[in-house]
């Protein structure tokens, strides 16, 4: 079966190496005519098919598959739309004046044959949002879904076969292996959205034909509130980052840390917001989604389990139902530091809670771990953001809200070292697809013919003139 799978996918990688250079000298209106259809389709044609398997995934609400599966999609194509003329337009560079007599420019061509490893936990948008940068930049596309969202693979993969021919962009579906086979190829880029522990070994894997990546990872994205903040807003917004799509958001808030005399009214205030967004009983609201299997499940189980051995304080949920793999907005303070909680990436409903003195302290301990792919920080003192953002490093930031530098697609959006390599969005999605490409062009007689051999005082004479000068 192995091999048989080789074959196959071997066949498919050559029908687009084949069909490369035909689909990379496409113009930017037939570009444009693409990102058109997909978008057409996701906006009317499959609308309702997206939004009942996100449902059958995760029990995901129909309003929170619009806005964070549709929408940033819908957003990326019209923005691609917009300026894709001009970042296909060479980018004139300056000339040294040593190189009279040229020009030189940097012609935007594309990567070549990609491989797009999606993840499960916004599977359109993870999925169709790079994709959108590869057309832009006139590549060839193989696009490896999840496995755990079935349902979600299953319309995408309808989409694009409806959209595309295989030998321009293909969608495999399929177990571990599919992926693991896929990687032997050799891809010209590999975009993979998942964990930094795959992510390593997509890298190690890309390294054997020198294939570049883009790795958008995740990590511990620490959320920090000082006393100057305005406390009601906080909470609130951190519960609708932490809470939508039940916490499985790579950029969600992992855990608060919080100026100590804040816990009670935070935690008040905490209560009181789930209430108002989910009800008393958020099993039974319509606006909160599902874990998406009892693997993922169970984990998050197991560390509500360690917080109640460890006697931690959990000041608000921690109940679940496993038939329906359902775990409530849960709050945790006092989790002991080697916990699974407080070292592992929580992609989950609960949110720890960790209380700090002073604003050197906080810092430090963000410091001690891996940079993650967010920080936000809840203040109104510009000293205080101003000293945690030149003190810390993540792959980005956000004050006095958060998720939302995802939307901007003038912001690059990726993380950095654990949490990431590379960029995506608007632009910077495009350029992650294209290779910069050197251009000089001679026009006259050029200056360094005047230096070729046989080498004599007057061309030593210029050469001095030259370092000395230019």
Request: net charge neutral; aromatic share 12%.
């Amino acid at each position: 079966m192995t091999q048989y799978i080789d074959n196959e996918f071997i066949s498919l990688f050559n029908r687009q190496k084949d069909n490369q250079f035909k689909i990379g000298n496409s113009t930017y209106k037939e570009r444009i005519r693409k990102l058109e259809a997909l978008k057409k389709a996701l906006e009317f044609t499959y609308k309702d098919k997206i939004r009942e398997a996100m449902y059958a995934d995760f029990k995901k609400p129909f309003l929170e598959t619009d806005l964070t599966e549709i929408y940033p999609v819908l957003s990326e194509i019209k923005f691609a739309k917009s300026n894709l003329k001009s970042w296909l337009k060479h980018q004139k560079v300056d000339t040294p004046m040593a190189l009279l007599g040229a020009s030189s420019y940097i012609k935007y061509e594309p990567k070549g044959v990609c491989l797009l490893i999606s993840p499960w936990n916004f599977p359109i948008n993870l999925t169709f949002g790079p994709l959108v940068s590869a057309i832009a930049a006139g590549n060839t596309v193989i696009i490896k879904p999840s496995e755990m969202t079935p349902n979600a693979s299953g319309v995408m993969a309808d989409i694009v076969k409806d959209l595309f021919n295989e030998n321009e962009v293909a969608l495999i579906e399929g177990e571990v292996e599919v992926s693991e086979e896929l990687l032997k190829l050799p891809f010209n880029h590999i975009f993979f959205t998942g964990s930094p522990q795959v992510g390593k070994i997509v890298m190690k894997a890309a390294s054997e034909h020198l294939t570049s990546v883009t790795l958008e990872l995740g990590g511990k994205s620490p959320t920090i509130i000082d006393d100057s903040a305005n406390l009601g807003t906080a909470v609130k917004r951190i519960i609708y980052g932490k809470f939508t799509n039940a916490g499985q958001t790579c950029i969600a808030p992992d855990y608060v840390l919080l100026k100590a005399e804040l816990k009670t009214e935070f935690t008040t205030l905490f209560k009181s917001k789930i209430a108002e967004f989910y009800s008393e009983k958020p099993e039974n609201s319509a606006s909160y989604s599902r874990i998406v299997n009892p693997k993922h499940f169970n984990r998050l189980v197991s560390y509500i389990e360690e917080a109640k051995q460890n006697k931690s304080d959990i000041t608000s949920g921690g109940r679940y139902n496993g038939d329906d793999n359902y775990i409530e907005p849960t709050l945790i303070f006092d989790m002991p530091e080697d916990s699974k909680l407080m070292n592992d990436e929580i992609f989950g409903p609960i949110l720890p809670v960790k209380t700090y003195s002073n604003i050197e302290e906080m810092v430090s301990y963000i410091n001690s771990k891996e940079k993650p792919l967010a920080l936000y920080i809840y203040s109104k003192s510009k000293k205080n953001v101003d000293f945690i953002m030149n003190n810390t490093r993540a792959g980005s930031g956000c004050v006095n809200h958060n998720l939302i530098q995802f939307l901007n697609h003038n912001l690059p959006f990726g993380g950095s070292n654990n949490s990431g390599i590379g960029k995506a969005h608007g632009f910077y999605g495009f350029e992650a697809f294209s290779n910069r490409r050197a251009m000089m062009k001679q026009h006259t007689f050029g200056a360094t013919d005047f230096l070729l051999p046989p080498y004599s005082n007057f061309k030593q004479k210029l050469v001095d003139l030259t370092l000395k000068w230019f």
